[in-house]
């Protein structure tokens, strides 16, 4: 079964520190990698994506480092905010045998941010 | 510019019930996936829909579950008979092909007494 493995559960981080999300992934057909967060009592809102044939790619104070080779990918959130508590996904997309995108997901990092 | 609209936001049924989940896409989307949350877990698939197909329901329990997405209208995740481990978020997303983008509605929270 496909799997995405997300690390911490759960985050703590000083108000102006750099929150760190890592996931893991084992089927090398994945070929997107996209970022999703959650606050409480909504749907989950894509953040950030990245493709393989980048190893980062920053957006504001989001940034997706991927290693390919290693099959991780990690969030780095900069100067984290009280604003950014929420619940992160990682998810990991590619084609599956019967030749259409799926997405799986991790079990999420619930992210607080305190000032 | 409506984004994906889930009905209703709340509901309440006893065990034993039908509960109906009604998701609109984006307009335009023509791909659906429904998603299961249980509290402090992740999103688990249950069911990947284009329109009037059903492209892989490998995540649905075989039994009391089913989805549509019709030509017209909504799609809709319906539980027969439904039990308290039913109890979760439901969450539908769209997308325009299959491209992996997805996008979220803010999902309908079932509680089963």
């Known amino acids: 079964q496909q799997q995405v493995k997300q690390s911490p559960q759960s985050l703590i981080v000083q108000k102006g520190g750099i929150s760190i999300i890592n996931c893991a992934y084992e089927n090398t057909a994945f070929d997107y990698f996209p970022w999703y967060q959650q606050f409480p009592g909504k749907g989950p809102a894509l953040l950030i994506a990245i493709r393989p044939d980048v190893s980062e790619k920053k957006e504001g104070r989001f940034t997706i480092s991927f290693n390919k080779s290693a099959k991780q990918f990690s969030l780095h959130i900069m100067d984290s905010q009280p604003g950014d508590s929420a619940t992160y996904f990682c998810?990991?997309?590619?084609?599956?045998?019967?030749?259409?995108?799926?997405?799986?997901f991790g079990t999420g990092t619930k992210l607080q941010v305190i000032p | 510019n409506a984004g994906v609209m889930q009905n209703p936001r709340h509901l309440v049924r006893r065990r034993g019930q039908e509960a109906r989940l009604r998701c609109s896409p984006v307009?335009?989307?023509?791909?659906v996936y429904w998603y299961r949350q249980l509290p402090e877990e992740g999103l688990k698939f249950m069911v990947y829909?284009?329109?009037?197909?059903?492209?892989?329901e490998s995540g649905m329990p075989k039994e009391r579950f089913s989805a549509e997405f019709p030509k017209e209208g909504p799609s809709i995740l319906r539980i027969q008979q439904v039990v308290r481990g039913d109890s979760a978020a439901y969450f539908c997303?769209?997308?325009?092909?299959?491209?992996?983008?997805?996008?979220f509605g803010p999902g309908t929270r079932l509680t089963v007494l």
């Open positions: 307009k335009g989307h023509s791909h």
């Open positions: 997303a769209s997308s325009p092909n299959q491209a992996n983008e997805q996008f």
């Open positions: 829909l284009q329109k009037e197909n059903i492209i892989d």
């Open positions: 998810a990991a997309g590619g084609s599956d045998s019967g030749g259409y995108q799926k997405v799986t």
